[in-house]
C-alpha cells in the first residue's frame, strides 16, 4: 500500500537550499519514490500560517519511506537543507 511523505517547508536561503534538491530528487528516486507536488503555490484554507514550500512524494509503502528517511543517502542531503530551512515531514499510510 502506497505511503505519502508530506513536506511543509519554510526555505530561509534559497540559493543553499538549491544545492539540497538535486540530492533529495536522487534519493528520492533511488526508493522508489516519485514527486507529486513539488513547490508551486500555496494557499491554507484552515489553520494558521502557510509554508512557502510544500512537497508531496508517493512511496511504494511506508516502510520504503521510512528507509528512505533514514537512509546515508538522504541524510546526506539532510545536512544541507537543516540549516536553511525549517518545517515539517509527515508520512502517511495511502489507505482509501
Given amino acids: 500500500m ?3 511523505l508530506i513536506a511543509e517547508i519554510v ?3 534559497p540559493d543553499l537550499y538549491e544545492a539540497y534538491k ?3 530528487a536522487q534519493s ?3 526508493f522508489g519514490g516519485r514527486y507529486l507536488a513539488r513547490g508551486g503555490d500555496t494557499e491554507r484554507l484552515e489553520g494558521g500560517g502557510a509554508p ?7 512511496f511504494p509503502d511506508m516502510a520504503t519511506a521510512k528507509a528512505w528517511y533514514h537512509s546515508d543517502q538522504y541524510q ?3 545536512i ?3 540549516p536553511v530551512s525549517r518545517g515539517t515531514l509527515t508520512v502517511v499510510e495511502g489507505i482509501v
Fill in 2 to 4: 502506497a505511503a505519502y
Fill in 11 to 13: 526555505v530561509d536561503d
Fill in 22 to 24: 538535486p540530492k533529495a
Fill in 28 to 30: 528520492i528516486a533511488d
Fill in 52 to 58: 512557502n514550500r510544500m512537497v508531496v512524494v508517493e
Fill in 76 to 78: 546526506e542531503a539532510r
Fill in 80 to 82: 544541507i537543507r537543516a
